[in-house]
C-alpha cells in the first residue's frame, strides 16, 4: 500500500518546452528562439558590469529597467511591471487576477503553458475552439468570464488578430481582466498596448526571449494601467520581493536602447520566414501566414511525425506536438538563411525531390 502522506502531493502535469539538445552542430529550429545574438550593447554591458555590486540585492522596484522599457513604449512606468521571463510574469498574473469562481477562457489551441498554470492555481478554465482556418473568434468570448487569456499572435498557430478583434474582445468583457501575450508581436503583429490606456483591465505581456534574443537571460514583462500593476506588484512582494537579477537588468536596459539593432534583426527573421514560407509552398506544404518568428505547416502527402522525426536523424530539430487537430502539422523557428537553406535541403532529401 502506498503511504497516504503520498495523497497529498500535488499531482502536476508540466510544461514540456522544446528539447535543448546537448549535441553539437545541430540546427535548432524548435523553441522559437532568436538565431542571432543580442545586441552588442548588450554583450558590453555585461562586460562592463561591476560583479562587486553582486554584493548587493538589486533595486527591488527595478527603475531604471522599467524607465527604459516606458521610454521604448512611451508610457510611464508605473505602467510597466518586470519579471524572470513572461511565464513568470503571466503566473503570477494569473495568481493575482484570476480568482473568479467562473472559469478563466483560452483557445484549445494555444500556448500549452496556460491549462497548466490553472492546475497548479487551482483556477476552473474552459476552452474555446478556434475556427477551421485556426483563427480566434471574439464572439466566442462573450459570455461572462473570470478572465481570458490570449496569445496574439497565437502560438503554435503564428496567425495575429487585429485592433478591431482586441476592441471587440475588450467590449465583451469588462467586469474581468484580459491578457494578451505579444511574446512574438515583434515579428509582424498588431500590438495592443495603445489600448492599455483606454481599458484599464488589459494586461498585455511581453518578453526579451524572441525578438531581442535574450531568451537565456530570462527577462519579461507586462504593461497596463498603473491599478493593474499596482496589483501585480503587491501579489510578487508577498512572495519573493526582490525582482529580476542585476546582470539581467543591465543587460535588458542595454537591449531595449538600442532600437536600430531590435529593428535590423526583427526584419531580418522576417525576411527569412517570407521566404521560406514560399520555398515551402512550392514544395506543396500548406503554411499558415505567420506574424510570428516561426511558420506552422503540414503537407497533404506526408506524415508531420514521421518528416520531424527524419529531420531529427538530420541534425535538424523542428517541433511536433502529438494533440487533436495540430498533429498533422510541424512547427519550425526561423534560424539563419543558412541554417533555413540546410533545412530546405534536408526538406527536399525527405520529400525524394533534388
Ligand atoms: C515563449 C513564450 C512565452 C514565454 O517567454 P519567456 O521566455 O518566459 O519570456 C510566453 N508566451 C508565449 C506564447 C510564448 O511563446
Same mark, same amino acid.
Not at 527577462?219 to 508577498?238: C, D, H, P, Q, T
Given at each position: ?9 500535488? @499531482?502536476?502535469? =508540466? ?6 539538445? @546537448?549535441?553539437?552542430?545541430?540546427? $535548432? ?6 538565431? *542571432? ?13 561591476? #560583479?562587486?555590486?553582486? $554584493? ?12 527604459? %522599457? ?5 508610457? @510611464?512606468?508605473?505602467? &510597466?511591471? &518586470? ?34 498554470? #490553472? ?8 476552452? #474555446? =475552439? ?30 495575429? !488578430? ?9 467590449? *465583451?468583457?469588462?467586469? #474581468?481582466?484580459?491578457? %494578451? ?28 526571449? +524572441? ?11 507586462? %504593461? ?17 520581493? *526582490? ?22 534583426? &526583427?526584419? +531580418?527573421?522576417? $525576411? ?33 511525425? !514521421? ?22 502539422? &510541424? ?6 538563411? @543558412?541554417?533555413?537553406? %540546410?533545412?530546405?535541403? +534536408? ?8
Amino acid at each position: 500500500m502506498d503511504n497516504l502522506w503520498t495523497e497529498n502531493i500535488r @499531482k502536476v502535469e =508540466p510544461y514540456v518546452p522544446g528539447e535543448q539538445s @546537448k549535441e553539437k552542430d545541430i540546427i $535548432k529550429l524548435n523553441a522559437n528562439e532568436n538565431p *542571432y545574438p543580442p545586441s552588442p550593447k548588450v554583450f558590453e554591458a555585461v562586460k562592463n558590469f561591476d #560583479c562587486a555590486g553582486l $554584493k548587493l540585492y538589486p533595486d527591488a522596484d527595478a527603475g531604471k529597467f522599467k524607465e527604459a %522599457i516606458a521610454r521604448f513604449y512611451h508610457i @510611464k512606468k508605473e505602467n &510597466v511591471f &518586470v519579471g524572470n521571463g513572461s511565464d513568470d510574469v503571466l503566473a503570477l498574473s494569473f495568481q493575482t487576477f484570476f480568482n473568479s469562481e467562473k472559469p478563466i477562457v483560452f483557445p484549445d489551441i494555444t500556448y500549452s503553458f496556460y491549462p497548466v498554470w #490553472c492546475e497548479l492555481f487551482k483556477i476552473p478554465y474552459k476552452t #474555446c =475552439p478556434l475556427g477551421g482556418d485556426f483563427r480566434i473568434n471574439a464572439d466566442d468570448y462573450k459570455e461572462e468570464n473570470g478572465g481570458v487569456v490570449i496569445p496574439n499572435p497565437n502560438a503554435p498557430t503564428s496567425l495575429g !488578430e487585429g485592433k478591431g478583434f482586441i476592441e471587440k474582445l475588450m467590449e *465583451y468583457n469588462k467586469d #474581468c481582466v484580459v491578457i %494578451i501575450d505579444e511574446a512574438y508581436v515583434d515579428f509582424g503583429g498588431y500590438s495592443s498596448v495603445e489600448l492599455t490606456e483606454k481599458y484599464e483591465n488589459l494586461l498585455i505581456t511581453c518578453t526579451f526571449s +524572441k525578438s531581442r534574443s535574450l531568451a537565456g537571460m530570462r527577462i519579461g514583462y507586462a %504593461i497596463g494601467s498603473e491599478k493593474l500593476i499596482a496589483s501585480l506588484e503587491a501579489v510578487k512582494n508577498s512572495y519573493n520581493s *526582490y525582482t529580476v537579477n542585476s546582470i539581467a537588468m543591465a543587460a535588458g536596459t542595454a537591449a531595449i536602447n538600442d532600437k536600430e539593432y531590435f529593428n535590423k534583426t &526583427v526584419s +531580418k527573421v522576417i $525576411k527569412t520566414r517570407e521566404r521560406v514560407k514560399k520555398e515551402l509552398r512550392k514544395l506543396g506544404f500548406e503554411v499558415l501566414d505567420s506574424q510570428t518568428n516561426f511558420l506552422m505547416a503540414t503537407h497533404r502527402e506526408k506524415d508531420m511525425k !514521421e518528416y520531424f522525426e527524419y529531420l531529427k536523424t538530420q541534425k535538424v530539430f523542428i517541433r511536433y506536438f502529438n494533440k487533436p487537430r495540430i498533429n498533422s502539422y &510541424v512547427r519550425i523557428t526561423i534560424g539563419t538563411d @543558412k541554417e533555413m537553406d %540546410i533545412f530546405l535541403e +534536408k526538406t527536399k532529401e525527405y520529400l525524394g525531390r533534388f
